[in-house]
């Protein structure tokens, strides 16, 4: 590799995406500062048919390094999918089948391709699986693997140690997760592990196998969670919350929208690349709509390009800033005269639990022909040519008998 600039690489490891680097931050920046070409990876187990936006920062940052001319790798955890990650779990996960797995995995690869160049000519961004070399170990392998670790160091994770002071089971395979993501270290060879920071047991006990099994050191860079400032809530792609990379321009830019005030920065740092100096000067905006929508646009532009950002905005300032109703929305027919306000959210919004459901009511986000409504039993009258109902800030549909 060339000659690295240093003003390059503070720039990646300063702007607040990277929290905390093992061993330790100096002795990373003077490796990368080398001309070392080094092998990068970061794993994500397909739980879900979608990544979210705080996915999609760990991925921008991994194209950052690879731009820097190093190698690579997004791996996709379609073998660790099926054990069940423990991390920040007070119960056990939810084992999927392989079928499940291959079915979320499906669209991930379209999801990330804005974000990483994969058919750059030289030094092309890298996908692997880990089912290729985890299927494959025998009994033998697995139990010399587990011979490297002893169960008090598993049971130095903070979930295990909360269970079992609740009395909550703690399965013997949730131990094998952490040894099975520590041997993908191993696999690849890796020099490098960027992790979320729920993940750094993980990725030490990759650390710890990798020195064990090929004699070499590995940095860990731990990156942030992207929560709320505020509240503390995470994204989270099992629990399906969050702003999702196969939504349509107008959900995300309205999505982003939608989130709290004091998640502006977090988006205008974590997934854009606008220099630090001006995403300062957009913070200091009188009225924080403002700095939102620039963020949204922003966001919108990497995955759909500014042509659909720009559009997405004009329907944005259409419908919500300016009041007005959209021209297309959809159609649901109930097949009756009258029908309970609680039955006609239930239908559109399909999936809303009651409890959510009655809390939009109760907090006026419902509204027929631009009428709040607050009685979940009260009959709505139907007609054939529908009416208009507002569910939240972003849903809209036209309701018919």
């Known amino acids: 590799m060339s000659q690295i600039d240093p003003k390059m690489v503070d720039k990646v490891l300063d702007r607040g995406v990277v929290v905390q680097i093992l061993p330790t931050k100096e002795e990373f920046r003077k490796k990368l500062l080398s001309g070392e070409k080094l092998r990068f990876y970061i794993g994500a187990d397909p739980t879900s048919k979608a990544l979210h936006l705080s996915h999609a920062k760990n991925y921008m940052l991994l194209e950052e390094f690879r731009q820097l001319g190093h190698e690579v790798i997004v791996l996709i955890g379609d073998f660790t999918a099926r054990i069940g990650d423990p991390s920040d779990k007070a119960t056990t996960r939810k084992q999927l089948s392989r079928e499940e797995v291959l079915e979320n995995v499906k669209s991930w690869v379209e999801q990330i391709k804005p974000l990483m160049d994969f058919s750059a000519k030289e030094n092309p961004a890298k996908i692997m699986y880990n089912h290729d070399w985890l299927s494959k170990l025998t ?141 300062d000067e957009i913070m200091k905006t009188s009225n924080p709509r403002d700095a939102k929508m620039r963020a949204a646009f922003e966001v919108v532009k990497i995955f759909h390009g500014v042509e659909k950002a720009q559009a997405a905005q ?88």
Request: aromatic share 8%; net charge negative; glycine share 6%.
């Open 139 to 279: 009994m033998e392998d697995v139990v010399n693997l587990a011979s490297n670790v002893t169960v008090q160091q598993m049971l130095e994770r903070d979930m295990f140690q909360k269970r079992l002071k609740e009395e909550r089971p703690i399965f013997v395979h949730e131990f094998m997760y952490p040894l099975m993501q520590g041997y993908d270290s191993v696999a690849m060879d890796v020099d490098v592990e960027m992790c979320g920071t729920d993940q750094i047991f993980n990725a030490l006990m990759g650390r710890t196998l990798l020195k064990k099994f090929n004699n070499k050191d590995k940095f860990v860079v731990a990156v942030n969670l992207m929560e709320n400032p505020v509240t503390g809530e995470l994204m989270s792609k099992s629990k399906g919350t969050g702003i999702f990379l196969d939504f349509s321009p107008e959900d995300m830019y309205g999505g982003i929208m939608a989130q709290a005030d004091e998640m502006i920065k977090v988006f205008l740092v974590n997934n854009t690349r606008l220099p630090l100096d001006e995403i």
């Open 314 to 401: 004009d329907i944005f300032v259409q419908k919500f800033q300016k009041k007005e109703v959209p021209d297309e929305m959809e159609e649901i027919s109930f097949g009756s005269d009258t029908v309970s306000l609680f039955d006609v959210l239930k239908k559109c919004l399909a999936g809303t639990s009651n409890s959510d459901i009655k809390r939009l009511v109760e907090q006026g986000g419902v509204k027929i022909e631009g009428e709040v409504k607050k009685g979940l039993e009260d009959n709505i009258a139907l007609s054939d040519s529908g009416l208009v109902l507002k569910a939240g800030k972003l849903k809209w549909f036209r309701i018919k008998k």
